[in-house]
């Protein structure tokens, strides 16, 4: 029995000894191909980057029929497919102390903070066995930053159920151009949608077909919010890409509104109309309507009107029960003189009202001219722009038979502008039209006896402060009424209006 034991024994170190020197020659794990991913360990979102994948035969054994497998992270931006194989045919037996290099390029997306992995593996056959071994090799890559702009423009407080305005602003600085962008809000409760510009797939989403690097936009967002005074809603949106019909985030924006009381609505009229256009040297009558659309009442008010615009004439004020105050100007009514003031119940509203002239002419070449007034009432503010037409004058002069026009233009800038007049019977235009270069724009037609000046285009200022745009022409007559009055006429860029003028008629 002692003996049988003994050769236990030694047959059991026999075996593990050939066991160990046989693992030890067919030990085919990473010690022996040894394969590496190197590449960034940051990298920002759409930031081209490279992976290098190598491997090395670090046995002495020829390995056979290798095949590499690498695969770009989870959402990546790549030309192709995002799993790549590389075969037998294309990549040759791996000798002894071999290394082989290969690169891929990618561009990674997702939101800050997020990790991307990358893999690879190599199966292959050693020489002389027919098992089939695999390496195996990973690279994770944190996104350190995602260059995108993306933020609300939305005020931290909203009266409920007025409709207030806000919008989505987004910029890129990636230096790639991305595409199948879009972007979603999440509206709190209580929110009611009315309108957006640019319009969107539905109330919530929006397209953005492409964004190149240095390009941005704005998406402005009309609507209500109802609910408890002081209470907060939260508004958020996301910035994303589509990829495979899936919809990857990229960047997050949340804000928060509180909801304030409503109080007090105000609108303004002008020769009865709410988006009148002013123009130099006439009256204005202002109507500012205030009503009360809270729950409760106002009592013992002021409203107060702040004029703003060297157009405005302040010495030609007129109310009935406001009072001008010099200096700031400003007009106000108190409830002393102003029932609706003293006591504007829930629904209720009332009136106030003034005349202001407009001067003929102010500071020439301000082009985009306008007029403001701000209405202060219950502690809040109305600001209302009115845009103001630009002024238009033709001047005819004569000497020894030679008519002259002169041109000016004392605001905003004129398209298309032109002079028409008629010549009466018995005076003939004989032409002799200088200077040189107006006599292409210059025309005559005999049947209508109407001559024309096409000008042209005009800046705003051009003939107040130095010479404008001249014209002078020949006629023949005997006596008597030389030429009728002349009309000047042109498009205002800014107010999008016809203006003209005229010249009275010239007699000899």
Request: glycine residues 8%; aromatic residues 10%.
């Given at each position: 029995m002692k003996k049988i034991i003994i050769g236990s024994i030694i047959i059991a170190v026999i075996l593990g000894v050939l066991g160990f020197w046989y693992w030890q020659n067919n030990d085919y794990s990473k010690e022996v191909l040894k394969l590496e991913i190197l590449g960034p360990a940051e990298a920002k979102a759409g930031q081209e980057i490279e992976y290098t994948v190598k491997y090395k035969n670090n046995g002495d054994v020829r390995l056979e029929q290798p095949v590499l497998i690498f695969e770009f992270p989870e959402y990546s931006l790549i030309n192709g497919s995002r799993r790549v194989e590389i075969k037998a045919e294309e990549l040759g037996d791996v000798y002894p102390g071999e290394e082989k290099t290969f690169t891929f390029k990618a561009r990674l997306i997702g939101k800050q903070g997020e990790t991307r992995t990358a893999k690879a593996l190599v199966r292959y056959q050693p020489k002389n066995l027919q098992a089939t071994y695999q390496s195996e090799s990973s690279l994770t890559t944190v996104l350190s930053d995602v260059p995108l702009t993306f933020e609300f423009d939305l005020s931290s407080r909203a009266e409920a159920e007025r409709e207030f305005d806000f919008a989505i602003n987004y910029f890129s600085s990636i230096d790639?151009?991305?595409?199948?962008?879009?972007?979603?809000?999440?509206?709190?409760?209580?929110?009611?949608?009315?309108?957006?510009?640019?319009?969107?797939?539905?109330?919530?989403?929006?397209?953005?077909?492409?964004?190149?690097?240095?390009?941005?936009?704005?998406?402005?967002?009309?609507?209500?919010?109802?609910?408890?005074?002081?209470?907060?809603?939260?508004?958020?949106?996301?910035?994303?890409?589509?990829?495979?019909?899936?919809?990857?985030?990229?960047?997050?924006?949340?804000?928060?509104?509180?909801?304030?009381?409503?109080?007090?609505?105000?609108?303004?009229?002008?020769?009865?109309?709410?988006?009148?256009?002013?123009?130099?040297?006439?009256?204005?009558?202002?109507?500012?309507?205030?009503?009360?659309?809270?729950?409760?009442?106002?009592?013992?008010?002021?409203?107060?009107?702040?004029?703003?615009?060297?157009?405005?004439?302040?010495?030609?004020?007129?109310?009935?029960?406001?009072?001008?105050?010099?200096?700031?100007?400003?007009?106000?009514?108190?409830?002393?003189?102003?029932?609706?003031?003293?006591?504007?119940?829930?629904?209720?509203?009332?009136?106030?009202?003034?005349?202001?002239?407009?001067?003929?002419?102010?500071?020439?070449?301000?082009?985009?001219?306008t007029l403001k007034n701000i209405i202060s009432i219950a502690q809040m503010q109305e600001e209302f722009i009115t845009k103001v037409n630009s002024k238009l004058e033709i001047i005819q002069e004569e000497n020894n038979s030679i008519?002259?026009?002169?041109?000016?233009?004392?605001?905003?800038?004129?398209?298309?502008?032109?002079?028409?007049?008629?010549?009466?019977?018995?005076?003939?235009?004989?032409?002799?039209?200088?200077?040189?270069?107006?006599?292409?724009?210059?025309?005559?037609?005999?049947?209508?006896?109407?001559?024309?000046?096409?000008?042209?285009?005009?800046?705003?200022?051009?003939?107040?402060?130095?010479?404008?745009?001249?014209?002078?022409?020949?006629?023949?007559?005997?006596?008597?009424?030389?030429?009728?009055?002349?009309?000047?006429?042109?498009?205002?860029?800014?107010?999008?209006?016809?203006?003209?003028?005229?010249?009275?008629?010239?007699?000899?």
């Amino acid at each position: 029995m002692k003996k049988i034991i003994i050769g236990s024994i030694i047959i059991a170190v026999i075996l593990g000894v050939l066991g160990f020197w046989y693992w030890q020659n067919n030990d085919y794990s990473k010690e022996v191909l040894k394969l590496e991913i190197l590449g960034p360990a940051e990298a920002k979102a759409g930031q081209e980057i490279e992976y290098t994948v190598k491997y090395k035969n670090n046995g002495d054994v020829r390995l056979e029929q290798p095949v590499l497998i690498f695969e770009f992270p989870e959402y990546s931006l790549i030309n192709g497919s995002r799993r790549v194989e590389i075969k037998a045919e294309e990549l040759g037996d791996v000798y002894p102390g071999e290394e082989k290099t290969f690169t891929f390029k990618a561009r990674l997306i997702g939101k800050q903070g997020e990790t991307r992995t990358a893999k690879a593996l190599v199966r292959y056959q050693p020489k002389n066995l027919q098992a089939t071994y695999q390496s195996e090799s990973s690279l994770t890559t944190v996104l350190s930053d995602v260059p995108l702009t993306f933020e609300f423009d939305l005020s931290s407080r909203a009266e409920a159920e007025r409709e207030f305005d806000f919008a989505i602003n987004y910029f890129s600085s990636i230096d790639y151009p991305l595409t199948d962008l879009g972007i979603r809000v999440e509206y709190p409760d209580g929110f009611e949608f009315i309108s957006s510009k640019p319009s969107g797939l539905d109330k919530t989403e929006w397209d953005i077909a492409v964004l190149n690097r240095a390009d941005g936009g704005r998406i402005d967002i009309t609507g209500k919010l109802s609910g408890d005074l002081g209470q907060q809603k939260i508004f958020k949106a996301v910035i994303g890409i589509w990829q495979d019909d899936e919809f990857i985030p990229l960047k997050e924006v949340s804000k928060g509104v509180e909801i304030s009381k409503p109080q007090l609505s105000v609108i303004q009229y002008i020769n009865g109309q709410s988006n009148y256009i002013a123009t130099p040297g006439e009256t204005l009558h202002y109507e500012i309507i205030f009503r009360n659309i809270s729950q409760e009442p106002f009592q013992d008010l002021f409203l107060v009107t702040d004029l703003t615009g060297q157009g405005f004439d302040l010495n030609t004020i007129k109310t009935q029960s406001g009072t001008f105050t010099q200096g700031d100007d400003s007009i106000m009514w108190d409830y002393m003189s102003v029932p609706n003031l003293k006591f504007l119940d829930q629904g209720k509203e009332g009136k106030v009202e003034f005349w202001i002239d407009l001067k003929e002419s102010w500071e020439s070449g301000k082009r985009n001219a306008t007029l403001k007034n701000i209405i202060s009432i219950a502690q809040m503010q109305e600001e209302f722009i009115t845009k103001v037409n630009s002024k238009l004058e033709i001047i005819q002069e004569e000497n020894n038979s030679i008519i002259t026009w002169k041109v000016k233009n004392y605001l905003n800038d004129v398209r298309n502008a032109k002079v028409t007049a008629v010549l009466p019977s018995g005076v003939d235009l004989i032409g002799n039209v200088s200077p040189e270069s107006e006599s292409s724009k210059f025309a005559y037609d005999s049947g209508s006896r109407e001559i024309i000046w096409m000008i042209g285009n005009l800046d705003g200022g051009v003939g107040v402060s130095e010479e404008g745009p001249t014209v002078s022409f020949q006629v023949n007559t005997s006596g008597g009424t030389i030429i009728e009055e002349a009309t000047i006429i042109g498009e205002d860029q800014w107010t999008e209006r016809f203006i003209s003028s005229t010249a009275p008629p010239l007699n000899k």
